[in-house]
């Protein structure tokens, strides 16, 4: 998978997960989770496992998701994780 | 027999415990003496500033060992916990800070009880509310503790935050005496004999994980696990498995969302080998009962033993300090449907159908209502009419509590436009009925609507449609409530027909999601009652929707968001 192809099954995920429902929302890397999306913190919880189990991550911290705001930044996230777990 | 919240220091169990899962997904078990160890040990700290009688202090922890230290030994120091909400439960670090700053000068916190991890962002919030309050961080430790001295009791037990029709959190002051009867209701409500474990994923900063989860076992010194809300979410078959294995649990509470999250996220062959025939109790409440939902989650697990009657639908509020009603211990919960076309505010409710949770007949849940069970005594329920007048039973109007668990006000007296204190009782602002020995809840009284434990403020959605541009100002009211199929909201625009609407429907859906109904009536002006001050009379209009009443001459958009 490239970037592109990741931030977009991230995207797809973000948004299918949503509280809200996906089908009045067009997504985009500004799209923010809470205000758009509906997400609350338990949401979010719910949204990290899943991309957890979906690109095979470690767990993501939670102090790392509480600085988390757009779906672009989540996207970020999850391409540092994978960067990360390439290099060790 | 009452037991002072207290008491369990003077002679802790050495036999039974907390446990906490940790993030191995090991359990680790504290017995009661260390605990109360740490109690002292934390009161100690707090003597030490020193604490004045009476002071309030701020608990900002996860659910932990240092949590349930910190709360009892602020009680034992003399004053008063109030536990908010950690940084480990919010979405974002910038709103956090400025929602512990208002909570934090809302309390007039005298210190702050938090973990290294929080410390950062409890300073942060401090400084933002210009307040001055110690900070303590006691990790804990079961080594022997005791204080010298006895300091005098505070006045009040507890300072629990809810948010009220605003939306602004507000302190609800509780007393010893609230708490010691709440908690020996529970217990007796449930018959929890001393070595019956109990679990518990709740959040601790809520009466529900507060009061039902942690203060009643704890001071009643029975086995109890926890979990973390996270924890839950993350791995909830750790959740139940604590209910089919070697000594089970035999006691939970949760809202809606947990019961159906768990029916979502379990897969049946992962219970593979656990028994929960043991499984006595799990209380329901919090957010409107979902037939739809519960009826889910027991057949999950009706096949490995579950009892149905486990499931026990109950009423409560952070202002009759917790548990107000709950179903009979092993009845069963009861589900009605009215008849939602005959439904007047004041008048009796006509009951189309009636049958036993699970029944069925009950289906996909459309139109059933599930019952809160019987008032516990010695709280006592009655159902008033807009004046306050008491109806007979059987009739759709305001609930209003009473008894010896009603809470001491609101801090510095505030006052809330839905519910308010009066002596003895109060007014919940929630409109029910008492159908047989039961209450059921039909909604709120107009100003506020929760969705997914999410609670939507009647003026905040107004002044977000009112925003919008081509809706004119100061014609339009939101009316959250009852509805047939779910909780919903409807909105009344004195306006005719425009290219606006579209952003007013494109917003509701935004703003409360698939599981609302959202119905827009447009009207003339005048469609909208008021007060002589121009004000929007909400509740009045919540009356004549139930009722069927508004004026013909409005024009229903049939646009209804939920996805059915």
Redesign the interface.
Known sequence: MNEADIRGRVRELAIEMAPLEAAVVVGSGSTRLADDLQYDSLALIELAVVLEREFQLGPIAEEQAMEVETVGQIEDLVLRALRQEQAT | VRTGLLDWLDEPVAARGASFLEDDGTWRDEPYPGLAHGVHRVAGRLLDLPLGRDAVVAIVLPTCREFLTSFFGVLLAGGVPAPLVP??????????VDQLAELLAASSAAAVVTND?ARPVVEQALARAHAAAAVIVEPFSSEPCELTTTPPRSDHALLQFTSGSSGRPRGVQVTWDNLEENTAMIRDWLRWAPDEPGTSWLPTYHDMGLVGCLMTPITYGRPVRFMR??QF??DPASYLRTFGTADPSVYTAGPNFGFAYLAKRIDPASLTGLDFSSWRTAIVGAERLDAAALGRFTSLLEPFGFPRTAIMPAYGLAEATLCVTASPAGRGARAVRPDWSALRFGGAVAIAESAPLGDERIGDAAGWLVSCGEPIAPAQVTVVDELGVELPPGCLGEVVVRGPTIADGYLDGARDGSTSFHGDSVATGDAGAILGDDLFVFGRLGDRVKV???VYHAEDLEGKVTALPGVPTGRCIVIPGVSEAESGVTVIIEAEPGPWMAAVR?LL??EI???AAVRIGLGRRGSILRTSSGKPRRRVMWQRLIEGSLPDELSWDADV?R?T
């Open positions: 940084p480990t439960l919010v979405l974002s670090r910038a709103g956090y991890d809300p996270e979410i993350r997914r434990g999410r494109t859906r935004r999601g698939q599981d968001a996805a």
